[in-house]
């Protein structure tokens, strides 16, 4: 089985590849960092078995779904942003007033931006080295998600995947807003409870 996978903000791929291939040992797994040719960089690799968006990876794919759907015809959403500031009630729970700070926070000073954003999500494991994402991506993906917004639906061939606990999005208000979003029972923003919960669901298809 071949996995496209586009990652979300800050998440070292390397670490993210360690999630994804302890869910599927045997699978061929292609990851992308998310930028704005995220979708293009996962097309040069042909079509998958399935694609996944995390975080403002999910974004990205919502937001160019014609694209994707010629590329599989399966995708799975972990922890879907449809809009991420909290002002547009899709189940964001952070301002747009936080994310511009976080996005002067990151240009004076990365490590320490970084260290807290890992914090508020759950991600304290993760450590971004300086070839992870540059500076300039990092600024483009919280612009993003200050200012994205797709429409509350998922096509057919689509599926969605929320924590319960997850302290960046307010998985209630999402579940509410799109039903056919799965709300993962004590799981946070961490990919690793969601991305075990599309892989039991996976298993008895």
């Known amino acids: 089985m071949k996995i496209g996978w586009i990652n979300g903000w800050a998440v070292p791929s390397a670490w993210f590849a360690r999630q994804a291939s302890a869910a599927f040992p045997d699978a061929v797994h292609v990851i992308v960092a998310p930028g704005p040719c995220a979708v293009e960089t996962l097309a040069e690799s042909g079509r998958f078995d ?22 599989t015809d399966h995708v799975v ?19 747009r007033t936080q994310v511009r700070f976080l996005e002067r926070w990151l240009r004076t000073d990365r490590a320490a931006a970084l260290d807290d954003f890992y914090g508020r999500a759950g991600l304290t ?30 096509p057919a061939n689509w599926c969605a995947y929320a924590g319960e606990q997850d302290a960046l999005l307010d998985a209630g208000l999402l579940c ?17 409870a969601l991305i075990n919960a599309w892989a039991a669901d996976f298993i008895h298809l």
């Open 50 to 71: 399935v694609i996944v968006g995390y975080s403002l990876g999910s974004h990205l794919l919502l937001t160019d779904a014609d694209h994707v759907n010629a590329l």
């Open 176 to 192: 509410a807003r799109v039903p056919r979003v799965v709300l993962v029972k004590n799981a946070t923003h961490h990919p690793a």
């Open 77 to 95: 959403l972990l922890a879907p942003v449809f809009a991420f500031a909290k002002e547009e009630a899709l189940g964001g729970r952070v301002s």
């Open 125 to 154: 494991e993760c450590k971004a080295s300086p070839t992870d994402a540059d500076s300039t991506n990092l600024v483009w993906g919280l612009e993003r998600l200050a200012n994205g917004r797709c429409e509350p639906f998922l």
